[in-house]
């Protein structure tokens, strides 16, 4: 099977789409999308589901096996960094299928963080994101992931400045009601009180 990050390669330059690839780099995300003048549209990296994940040697999540992806602690911190045009692409090599999930949905859905022992010339530990892929945008075809990226990239201004509730509806979490209700007068004393 081509791996993803050639699959990627593959189907932007059949495309025409002008890109910058950094898989060698441990600093960089996988890809870069680039504009007509060489500037950067959006960052992602790329991940693979290649095997089933023996759930006993993690703590319980609550999320089926099927949709249960293990991210590390640091790539989500690399998408953090370059947002706000940044994400991830996940090809889930036992299902056939393809998940986008943007920065937004990355830093707010529900997460299990575990430190994985790891031991190369000393102990060491390695964190860990548990994840649930159906928070990200399912896919059949790694083009239909790509047009999801577009979507959420043509999205921003709804989600960064339109949408004044809770962004997202995410598998295990529950958006709660609650606080006093606000009306004009609280507004009017809280910028009063700051000006």
Known sequence: MTSLEQEIRDILAENGTRFRSDCESHSELDFTLLDEGGGTLVTFDAKEKQRRIVLDHWPDTGIPEPYLFILDDLAARKVLAHAPNSGLIVRDNLHSR?????????????????NRPIHRSAPAIKGKWLIDLRNGVECARLFDAFVAMKRYLEDHEAIFAKTLACYGDYHGETVHIGGEERRPEHWEKDVSSTR
Do not use: G
């Open 98 to 114: 393809y998940f986008f999930i943007s920065v937004v949905d990355l830093f707010l859905m529900p997460r299990t963080r575990a």
